[in-house]
C-alpha cells in the first residue's frame, strides 16, 4: 500500500482517460475497418445491401449534385483534418492520442454516409459480355483492393488508423518519430494504396455512369490529395524524400515520374 502510493499519485487519476482512448480508438478503428470492408462490396455491387448501383432512384441533375456533395464532403474532410496546421489547432481540444482515431473516426462517418445517400446513375458506358474478361477485371479489381490493405501493413497499419497512438499512451509510451519508408511496393511506386485505389475502382466488368463518376472524381482527389501529402512528406523528410521522388515514379510503376 505504501509502495503504491510512493510511486506516484498521477497515475491513478491518468489511468480512465487513458483506458477510454484506448476504448475509443478501438470503435474508430473497427468503424474504419467495416466500413474499408463495405466499401469493396459497394464499390464492385456485391455482398452488400446498397452499392453503387443500387439504391433511391432521382433525376440525373439531383444524382449528380448529391453525388459531388458527397465526395466532397469526403475529401474535405480528409484532406483539411490531415494538414499540420489543422491538427496543431484541434489538438488544443482533442487530445493528441486520440487525434488520428477521431480523424479516423470522421473518414468513416463521411464515407457511412455517402454509402448511405449515394444516387445510383445506371446507364451503362460499358460492359464485358465476354465471361472470362469480366471475371478477369473484377479480379483486377480485388487486386486493388489487396494493394490497399498490404500497402498500409507494409507503411505502418495500426499508425495510420490510431491503434498504435491510443495502445502506446494506455502503455504510457511515447510515440516514436515518423519514419520514413520504402518497402516493397514503395520501391516502385511512391503511392501503392492509391494506386490500389485506382485499379479497385476503374477494373469494372459493367461501368455505369454513376460508377464512372465515384472512378474519376476520386482518381481527380487522390492527385490533389498526392501534392499535398508530398508537400508534407518533403517538410518532414527533407531532401531524403526529394531523392525518392527522383528514383521512384508517383503511380506507374514502369515509368518514372518526378
Ligand atoms: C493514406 S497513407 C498513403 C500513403 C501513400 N501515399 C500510398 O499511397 O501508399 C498517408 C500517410 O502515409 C504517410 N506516408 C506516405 N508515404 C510514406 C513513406 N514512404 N514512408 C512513411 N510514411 C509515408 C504520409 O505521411 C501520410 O501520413
Redesign the pocket.
Known amino acids: 500500500m505504501t509502495q503504491i502510493q510512493s510511486i506516484s499519485p498521477e497515475v491513478p487519476a491518468n489511468r480512465m482517460p487513458r483506458f477510454i482512448g484506448f476504448l475509443y480508438g478501438l470503435v474508430a478503428y473497427f468503424a474504419f475497418f467495416g466500413t474499408i470492408l463495405y466499401a469493396i462490396g459497394f464499390v464492385g455491387g456485391y455482398a452488400v445491401p446498397k452499392t453503387i448501383d443500387s439504391g433511391q432512384e432521382s433525376s440525373v441533375t439531383e444524382a449528380l449534385a448529391v453525388n459531388l456533395l458527397l465526395m466532397s464532403l469526403f475529401a474535405v474532410q480528409h484532406s483539411v483534418m ?1 494538414r499540420k496546421q489543422f491538427k496543431e489547432w484541434w489538438t488544443q481540444y482533442v487530445p493528441k492520442p486520440v487525434e488520428r482515431s477521431t480523424y479516423v473516426l470522421f473518414a468513416s462517418l463521411c464515407l457511412m454516409l455517402l454509402f448511405w445517400q449515394w444516387r445510383p446513375m445506371p446507364a451503362i458506358v460499358w460492359q464485358i459480355s465476354e465471361p472470362d474478361v469480366a471475371v478477369t477485371v473484377a479480379t483486377l479489381s480485388l487486386g486493388g483492393w489487396v494493394i490497399v490493405f498490404t ?2 501493413f507494409l ?2 497499419h495500426f499508425e ?1 488508423f490510431g491503434l498504435h497512438q491510443v495502445t502506446n499512451n494506455l502503455t504510457g509510451h511515447e510515440m516514436p518519430p ?5 518497402p516493397l ?2 520501391n516502385f511506386v ?6 490500389g485505389f485506382i485499379i479497385a475502382f476503374w477494373a469494372a466488368p459493367t461501368m455505369t455512369v454513376g460508377h464512372l463518376l465515384f472512378a474519376a472524381v476520386t482518381t481527380a482527389y487522390i492527385f490533389v ?2 501534392f499535398l ?1 508530398e508537400h ?2 518533403v517538410e ?1 523528410f527533407g531532401d531524403e524524400y526529394r531523392q ?1 521522388k527522383q528514383r521512384v515514379s508517383m503511380l506507374l510503376p514502369w515509368r518514372k515520374s518526378a
Open positions: 490531415a500497402s498500409t507503411i505502418n495510420l515518423p519514419r520514413f519508408r520504402t511496393y514503395y511512391r503511392h501503392p494504396i492509391y494506386l490529395g498526392i501529402e508534407d512528406l518532414m525518392y
